[in-house]
């Protein structure tokens, strides 16, 4: 078992490692907070395969606590990945979690039950992570290091983080820049959907923390109007306001988070209210002129107007299809 955790990153992490296991010709199943259940999958596995598992904080919290409310065993509390990799730990959920330490408490017990014979996989560049190294009982492996070897400049740190993993398994890193040259992106996730009058619709539904705005923002070549909003998880927009001020012309705000979205950003750029997905898209066009981005990436959960972030996705998408 292969498991995944962190703020962001974890899909493309996780599909990125079980495209580089099929490459090498091992057999692999790719499954858990991804979207397809672990427990769905458990009769069609064999002792010869890999599971990569995608892990939510929610999920560490309960199956290596252990949920008082629920009978589910020892089982669930022993849980041990061979490969544990944490991606980063980045402001989230703070609207379940009382404080940071908490949150990141629940995405490091992912080491919990590893012994000598595991591995884990950790970013160097986090200092919670890095502090935590000499206390694990797994090999370590530091991947976006300060001071990785010079054929690693180049690759970000999803990339990264799937070399140090391949690494660990004796997959040749040959294998792994294959797949990441073919390697199309993940639904949600910057995805390119139409360009429409010189003006480019990007799809982030799946950014919903400030620290991944920040990335898809960087990766912005355009001016860009923004779409966001949602169910707040009491995070900190304040920080972006930097960047927002340098790549964003126009900001859309909808949901429930769109008052503290005019508060954190309404004397740096335009804020404009929406109710509806449609009525934000609508609106974005109406900012937007050839050469600009008209960009969904919310910063907030869905649950205010969707029923997940896919939901989202696909409702901006088929608005945007739709447009004449």
Same mark, same amino acid.
């Given at each position: 078992?292969?498991a995944?955790?962190?703020s962001n990153?974890?899909?493309?992490t996780?599909t990125?490692?079980?495209l ?5 010709g091992r057999?692999s199943?790719?499954?858990g907070?991804i979207g397809? $259940?672990?427990?769905?999958?458990? +009769? ?6 890999y599971?990569v598992?995608e892990?939510s ?6 199956l290596?606590?252990?949920? $008082?409310r629920?009978?589910w065993g020892e ?11 944490v ?7 703070l609207d ?19 012994t000598a014979a595991d591995f884990?996989v950790?970013n160097?560049?986090?200092?919670r992570?890095?502090a935590?190294?000499?206390?694990l *009982?797994?090999?370590?492996? =530091? ?5 990785q070897?010079a ?5 970000d $740190?999803?990339?990264?983080a799937?070399?140090a993993?391949?690494q660990?398994?004796?997959i040749?890193?040959e &294998?792994?820049r ?12 910057l995805?390119?959907?139409r360009e429409?009058d010189?003006?480019?619709y990007v799809?982030?539904? @799946?950014a919903t923390t400030a620290?991944?705005g ?6 912005m070549?355009r ?5 966001c909003?949602?169910r707040? @998880?009491?995070?900190?927009?304040? #920080?972006?306001r930097?960047?927002?001020g340098e790549?964003?012309?126009?900001l859309?705000a909808i949901g429930?988070a769109? +008052?503290?979205l ?6 740096? #750029?335009? #804020? ?16 937007? &002129?050839a050469?600009d ?5 919310p910063?907030c959960?869905?649950?205010?107007m969707?029923?997940n ?6 409702? =901006? *998408?088929d ?6």
């Amino acid at each position: 078992m292969i498991a995944v955790t962190g703020s962001n990153g974890k899909t493309t992490t996780t599909t990125l490692i079980d495209l580089a296991l099929k490459a090498a010709g091992r057999e692999s199943c790719l499954c858990g907070n991804i979207g397809i $259940p672990f427990s769905g999958q458990a +009769d069609l596995l064999n002792d010869k395969g890999y599971v990569v598992l995608e892990v939510s904080s929610f999920q560490l919290e309960s199956l290596l606590a252990g949920d $008082p409310r629920q009978n589910w065993g020892e089982g669930f509390r022993v849980f041990r990945p061979r490969v544990a990799v944490v991606l980063n730990i980045n402001e989230n959920h703070l609207d379940r979690h009382s404080d940071m330490d908490e949150y990141a408490a629940a995405k490091t017990r992912i080491f919990q039950n590893q012994t000598a014979a595991d591995f884990a996989v950790i970013n160097g560049r986090d200092q919670r992570l890095t502090a935590l190294a000499p206390s694990l *009982k797994a090999a370590v492996s =530091f991947f976006n290091s300060p001071s990785q070897p010079a054929e690693l400049n180049g690759f970000d $740190p999803n990339q990264l983080a799937v070399i140090a993993v391949a690494q660990a398994l004796g997959i040749p890193g040959e &294998v792994c820049r294959r797949v990441f040259a073919a390697f199309p992106g993940v639904e949600h996730r910057l995805e390119k959907v139409r360009e429409l009058d010189g003006v480019l619709y990007v799809n982030d539904s @799946k950014a919903t923390t400030a620290d991944s705005g920040r990335w898809a923002l960087r990766q912005m070549k355009r001016p860009v109007v923004m779409i966001c909003g949602g169910r707040d @998880k009491h995070l900190d927009f304040m #920080v972006l306001r930097d960047i927002v001020g340098e790549k964003v012309k126009a900001l859309i705000a909808i949901g429930e988070a769109k +008052d503290k979205l005019q508060q954190a950003f309404g004397h740096i #750029v335009a #804020v404009s209210f929406a109710q509806t997905m449609a009525e934000a898209v609508n609106l974005a066009r109406s900012h937007a &002129v050839a050469g600009d981005c008209v960009l969904l990436s919310p910063l907030c959960a869905s649950f205010d107007m969707f029923d997940n972030f896919e939901h989202r996705g696909k409702v =901006f *998408k088929d608005i945007v299809y739709l447009l004449k």
